[in-house]
């Protein structure tokens, strides 16, 4: 045997004992509490059952939460993005350096903030003698205070305002890859800007849209803390109905509802990897 | 008659805040001519061409397109071509799709745009690479894909920025021949921006040299080398020796002028001449170029108009050439020898060179 492939073997286990540690630690506080969860989704006090998944998946709000979340992840994505790109496009393609640096860290400098603040700052923003709705009593859009608080809207806005960072980032670090002499190219063979924009510069952030779109989508199917302090009781998110049953005690439907959400996650996951999957090989 | 159309850069100035870019540059191109702008990097080569393309808008001054002044047309409306220094090929488009992509403005019909896509591939040999993406060619592939994109519209006008910057040096000798081919059959006026001296040497028509923001000369490459204006163009073209010329006196001769006056490196005399036959501005004091190449071995009845004895070293060894300093006095000249020579001479005694008057140029500030 050469030194080389004796060296190349004792660095292969050496990459795996490096692995154990942090693997160990995910095994431990994650994979087997999950193991629990599974067990407890199945087993009831007459033994195994798949009822609990049963009720989950026909059981009308148990449906209906399961509904709304998708519909309200799949809003504040859309929003998120769209809110997002133009963003993103001036922070990269601004001429000044101020105006760069000024979006980016528009979009930033919030996200440092605690998000526990931010939700309560939209409570008071949001409530009936909050700002919103004084201007919207003023301008005489409305005769008496809408109810914006505890209401499907308030949880989109202030999710939207929690995770929209995630899509800038993204959507800002493919666009930087962008080299600027594409647009300069399509421009001198005759493309006007807006042309150049959506035939070259469009599709080539693409992956970033892909990849911030999935993370803001997974992100808000668990959210807990904005929908729990600004969703009323009719709007409540996947992750509340999982508190709720918990604090009901009904382990075994929070459980069911637990995997329900993870394999939720796993599959859109999943999908966008085979969707993005074919982008990466493209634009690599 | 090419496509190509004559372009003229009329006192064209351009500033960024209080820093002058160009400064007041004066340039025209014939139908069918290929121009190098050739200087250093932060001379403003860069600019005059960002300027004539239309990615910038000049300060001052005018461009004309064929006789129509183009300076505040956008970029878009110039049709002009462009070969990027980096290529600037659309990575998520195929070759053909790349090819097309000016064509497909141009709303062309779809067998047309075939067509002429085809025809195009095999003119840069890449017949069977249509449907690859520019990340799956070689960087010479990638170019001639890029040149394609640029000429397929025809347009009366090529830019070239570094066109064989980023290729490696054979590649380099094809592509030369290769892109000078192209742009000849066709009759285009092109303009090419470099900084490689050679590239400007083989490829061009002309040669416009950019220092400083300015333009320091604008004339084919033999009277580049040969006459150097200034002397900075002097230094910059090649190897040359810069010798100064005391209370010089002109005469007016047959076919140019005739300058004679003291100068540290000849015992006497020392006689030069220029084809300039005017010069308006007689300097008492200037200075004179002088190759290397033409400074020779004084040999047994062999007369030269100036001559003067110089003590060698500082030899390098290339082969046919023998590099070497002649030093005389204070001063140090570059000269060299062919081998043959260099091996008789007697390196330990100083030894008698000379040069022709006309193998000098005069040079002014």
């Known amino acids: ?41 199945l087993i009831s006090k007459q033994g195994f059952t798949f009822g609990f998944y049963i009720k989950a998946f026909t059981e009308p709000l148990y449906l209906s939460v399961l509904f709304s979340t998708v519909k309200i992840a799949f809003i504040v994505t859309l929003v998120c993005l769209v809110l997002a790109y133009p963003m993103a496009y001036l922070s990269v393609n601004a001429k000044t350096k101020k105006v760069r640096v000024l979006i980016t860290a528009g979009v930033l400098i919030p996200y440092w903030v605690s998000m526990l603040v931010r939700i309560f700052a939209w409570q008071i923003i949001l409530q009936n003698n909050g700002i919103v709705n004084q201007a919207l009593l003023f301008i005489g859009f409305v005769k008496e205070p809408a109810k914006l608080l505890y209401t499907d809207l308030a949880v989109t806005i202030s999710l939207v305002h929690i995770l929209i960072p995630f899509m800038f980032l993204s959507l800002q670090n493919t666009m930087k890859q962008i080299d600027k002499n594409l647009m300069l190219a399509s421009s001198i063979m005759g493309g006007s800007k807006f042309y150049g924009f959506t035939h070259v510069f469009l599709p080539l952030s693409k992956s970033g849209m892909l990849s911030g779109s999935i993370m803001v989508f997974v992100l808000s199917l668990g959210f807990y803390i904005a929908p729990a302090l600004l969703g009323g009781p009719d709007n409540m998110m996947l992750s509340n109905l999982i508190e709720k049953s918990m604090t009901n005690f009904n382990w075994g439907l929070a459980s069911a509802l637990s995997v329900e959400l993870l394999v939720l996650v796993y599959l859109i996951i999943a999908i966008a990897f085979k969707l993005t999957g074919n982008i990466f090989v493209k634009n690599a | 008659m090419g496509i190509g159309q004559e ?20 340039l025209t191109c014939k139908a069918g001519e290929f121009v190098s702008i050739l200087g250093s990097s932060g001379s403003g080569k860069t600019t005059l061409l960002k300027v004539i393309a239309g990615f910038e808008r000049c300060s001052s001054g005018k461009i004309f397109i064929n006789g129509k002044d183009v300076a505040t047309t956008p970029c878009y409306k110039r049709n002009i071509g462009m070969l990027f220094q980096n290529y600037a090929l659309f990575p998520h488009l195929t070759v053909a799709q790349n090819i097309a992509y000016p064509l497909k403005l141009r709303k062309l019909k779809k067998e047309d745009i075939d067509k002429k896509v085809k025809k195009m591939l095999s003119l840069i040999k890449l017949d069977g690479l249509a449907d690859r993406l520019p990340r799956q060619l070689s960087g010479g592939q990638q170019q001639r894909v890029a040149l394609a994109r640029a000429i397929i519209y025809n347009p009366p006008l090529l830019l070239l920025d570094e066109p064989l910057g980023a290729l490696d040096k054979n590649l380099r000798h094809d592509m030369q ?20 001296q050679e590239e400007a040497f083989s490829m061009s028509d002309k040669i416009c040299i950019v220092s400083a923001g300015k333009i320091q000369q604008f004339d084919t490459p033999e009277k580049i080398y040969e006459q150097p204006s200034n002397r900075f163009v002097a230094e910059f073209m090649g190897t040359t020796n810069i010798i100064p010329l005391n209370n010089a006196v002109y005469e007016a001769i047959d076919g140019g002028t005739k300058v004679s006056g003291a100068s540290p490196l000849v015992e006497g005399q020392c006689t030069i001449k220029t084809p300039l036959s005017t010069i308006k501005n007689q300097d008492p004091n200037p200075f004179f170029a002088l190759r290397p190449e033409a400074i020779h071995l004084v040999k047994d009845g062999q007369t030269y ?33 062919s081998v043959h020579d260099f091996r008789e001479l007697d390196l330990t005694k100083p030894v008698l060179l000379g040069f022709d008057a006309n193998h000098t140029a005069i040079l002014f500030e």
């Open chain 1, 1 to 41: 045997m050469s030194k080389e492939t004796f060296s190349n073997n004792l660095y292969d286990k050496a990459k795996w004992l490096l692995l154990i540690i942090p693997l160990l630690y995910v095994v431990l506080t994650m994979g087997l509490p999950l193991l629990d969860i599974i067990k407890k989704s």
């Open chain 2, 7 to 26: 372009l003229v850069v009329l006192d064209v100035s351009k500033n960024y805040g209080t820093f002058k870019a160009l400064e007041d540059i004066n």
């Open chain 2, 177 to 196: 021949f290769e892109i000078k081919r192209i742009t000849h059959e066709l009759g285009m006026t092109t303009i090419s921006v470099t900084h490689d």
């Open chain 2, 305 to 337: 108009d100036n001559t003067f004895k110089a003590v060698i070293d500082e030899n390098i060894y290339l082969g046919q050439l023998v590099k070497a300093k002649a030093k005389v006095g204070n001063l140090s000249l570059n000269v060299t020898f």
